[in-house]
């Protein structure tokens, strides 16, 4: 069975716009988190898990602005199709809130809650703690 796996990250008080945090995230990410890979786009943004022979997740930059960004994913190979789902950085109230929405992932529930879910969690959570410290 494959269900949609959302997400909501509550990152805290920003300076910083949400299309400048966004960028910060890829380029974070790539430096930061073992075998994963970021890669811009004239569309948007690759991302890779352990070889970018193929990309994992392909995310297409539908809207970009200080208040709101968002993604929309593709295609990849850890993406169930017909692919779908939203990731956005959204400031709300001063705060950067961080979610993703109707992503199917191509894993089978159980296996996917155990690894990709988990993981995503993590970085998540990482990245959380990489944006309090930038803006305290």
Do not use: C
């Not at 109707?102 to 879910?117: A, D, G, K, N, S």
């Amino acid at each position: 069975m494959y269900q949609a796996s959302p997400s909501i990250q509550y990152m805290g008080s920003v300076q910083r716009s949400a299309d400048v945090l966004a960028g910060e995230y890829f380029r974070w990410l790539e430096e930061n988190v073992p075998f994963v890979g970021a890669r811009s786009t004239p569309d948007g943004v690759e991302l890779f898990l352990l070889s970018r022979s193929a990309a994992a997740i392909e995310l297409e930059l539908v809207e970009a602005g200080p208040e709101r960004t968002i993604y929309q994913v593709k295609q990849g190979y850890l993406v169930r199709k017909p692919a779908g789902g939203k990731f956005t950085f959204e400031i709300v109230d001063d705060e950067l809130v961080v979610t993703l929405e109707e992503f199917t992932p191509r894993l089978p529930w159980p296996i996917y809650v155990l690894t990709h879910q988990v993981a995503h969690s993590v970085v998540m959570w990482s990245f959380t703690r990489h944006v309090r410290r930038r803006e305290s």
